[in-house]
Structures are given as structure tokens and as C-alpha cells.
């Protein structure tokens, strides 16, 4: 008798461990995926971040650019293609990156006489999956109010970040930006890189 009681609490206490497993299982993956997402993403950013400030402060020191079609000069501007890939490493810069440069002059309106940042000659250049980007692309909102004559390198880095399948309903549902966005401003310190110039023949 003493048997059979014992076995039944057996099968009985196996049961609720084996009942607990199932319900705490998953959640423990879920949030252990969630955990790793959130790595991902903060990774991504990081990286989304030091390719704009890198570049902006790598063109900040040129003294003239050129749009030279080899990229074989260092002042060639298609250089930065490959110094992006470089910076987004590990992540896909040409499936899932943008970074686009642009440099903007203070111009002044002849009618009004107000001053307003413009894009340069030949400016701005795209590289990456350049159907990325959010709205605010090429915007001047948080620059410093420009002066006549004044040049600033504004760079933007995009990158599509793509969250687990488990954890992409829950990130949307929270507001998360699958879109990571940087921009980097810095002054050109030698010539004023207005004009995108055509390569030297």
C-alpha cells in the first residue's frame, strides 16, 4: 500500500516538474533571445555611429575631393565606399547599409538676404542599398545656423537592422526603430570641399 503511494507522488511530482518545463521553457528562450537581440541592435548602433564620425573626420582633412572613377587616389571620393564596408564590419554595409555624404554651404538668398545651409556642386553621393533612409535624409535641422561662405561635411549612416523572427513582433509593438541612423558634422580643415570636382584628365 505503502508502494503504491509512493509512486503515485512519484508520477505526480514528475508531472508538475515536467508541466513547470513546459511553461518556463520558452519564456527563458524568448527572453534569451531578446537578450541577444538587444546586443544586436546596440552593437549595430555602435557601429552605425563610428562609420559617420570616422568619415566626417577622414574628410575634414582632405584638401580637395574628387568624384575620380577608380578609386585608385586617396582624394577620390569612391574611396569611402570601401572605408564604409570596412567600418560596418560584421555587418552587410551593400544589403543593408547606406552612408551618404554630403557638404553644405551657407548661401545667401538674393530677396531676403537670409542665410540657409545648401548642398554643394556635385554633392551629395550615396553608397550602400541607397532605398534605405528615414525621412530626415539630407536635413539640416541640428546644424549650426550658417554664416555666407561657411562649409560644413555632414555624413549620414543608415543600417537595416532585422531583429529574430520570435522577438520582431514585440520589438515593433515597443516603437523600436528598425532603421538605425547617425550623422556626424565636422568643418573642413584646409579647403572647403564645396564643390565635388570632376577627376583631373
Known sequence: ??????DSLLRSSRGSAALEAAIILPL????????IDLY??????????????????????????FSEPDCAASNAI?????????????????KDGRLTITVLVGGQDQHTSAV?????????????????????????????PPRAGD??????????????????GF????????TLYSRAVARPRYGDLSSLEPADD
Open 171 to 178: 520589438w515593433k509593438t515597443l516603437g523600436g526603430d528598425l
Open 151 to 168: 562649409t560644413v561635411i555632414l555624413v549620414e549612416a543608415m543600417y537595416r537592422h532585422e531583429p529574430f523572427a520570435l522577438s520582431s
Open 40 to 65: 544586436l541592435h546596440f552593437r549595430a548602433q555602435s557601429q552605425v555611429d563610428r562609420a559617420a564620425s570616422s568619415v566626417a573626420h577622414s574628410l575634414s582633412m582632405q584638401r580637395e575631393i
Open 28 to 35: 527563458f528562450i524568448f527572453f534569451l533571445l531578446g537578450t
Open 116 to 144: 540657409r545651409w545648401e548642398a554643394g556642386d556635385g554633392w551629395p553621393v550615396d553608397y550602400g542599398n541607397t532605398s534605405i533612409g528615414p525621412a530626415r535624409l539630407g536635413s539640416a535641422d541640428s546644424l549650426p
Open 78 to 94: 569612391c574611396v569611402y565606399e570601401t572605408i564604409a564596408a570596412d567600418l560596418y564590419q560584421p555587418l552587410r554595409f551593400s
Open 1 to 6: 500500500m505503502e508502494s503504491r503511494t509512493n
